[in-house]
């Protein structure tokens, strides 16, 4: 089972952090797995050439173009981003607009996405972040999971300065127990009864 982590965000700061932690609970339940660091990636915003819509592959070549190869053979993906003015970060979104090229075949269709959201300690917005990324799946006909735990969407991060998540346990708590959804979700899709995954 492989699952793919892309961060969003253009520093090594808490989106990364909480990222790290999902993708060492996916290894703990038996996943290999991968992150992309796109924020710091140079990947240009889609430019609506219509390129992509015979062929299912984008005309722009840049750092995107590997990416499309690791999402396609992920049986699940983690979208995480910091929150920007109440959504994902622009470096996050132009990499999900450049996948437009995967919906023409529904290239993503049922993978298990899920989300990773991290805002300031006084503002807002991982909610609706969270939210972005969750119609982007649906957008894929991806099957979308949350945190079974909590009542929480997903990873819901608290911080502001880089490293202010290594002490925000809801955060951490979150993002694993969304972790830990999304492989019980795949070992489901994949054939395994609820019997055999409960105690776990
Ligand atoms: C351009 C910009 C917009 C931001 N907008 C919001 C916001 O709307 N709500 C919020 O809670 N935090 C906002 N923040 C704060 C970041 O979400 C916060 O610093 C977060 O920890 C950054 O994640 P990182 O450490 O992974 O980079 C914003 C930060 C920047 C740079």
Redesign the pocket.
Known sequence: MKILGI?G??????????LEKALGACKEFGAETELVHA?LLKIAPCKACGGCKDTGICVQKDDMTPIYDKMKVADGILL?S??????V?AQLKALMDRTRALRIKFELRNKVGAGIA?????????ETALQQIFNYFLIQNAIVVADEATSHYGGV??????G??EKDEYGIKTTQNTARNMIKVIKLIKGETEEEIKNW
Do not use: I, K, W
């Not at 991290?118 to 991982?126: K, L, P």
């Open positions: 961060c965000s253009p520093r090594e700061g808490n989106t990364l952090f909480l924020g995480a910091p929150v920007y003015m109440g959504g970060s991290v805002g300031g300690f006084r503002n807002g917005g991982q991060g608290h911080g502001y300065n880089a202010d998540c």
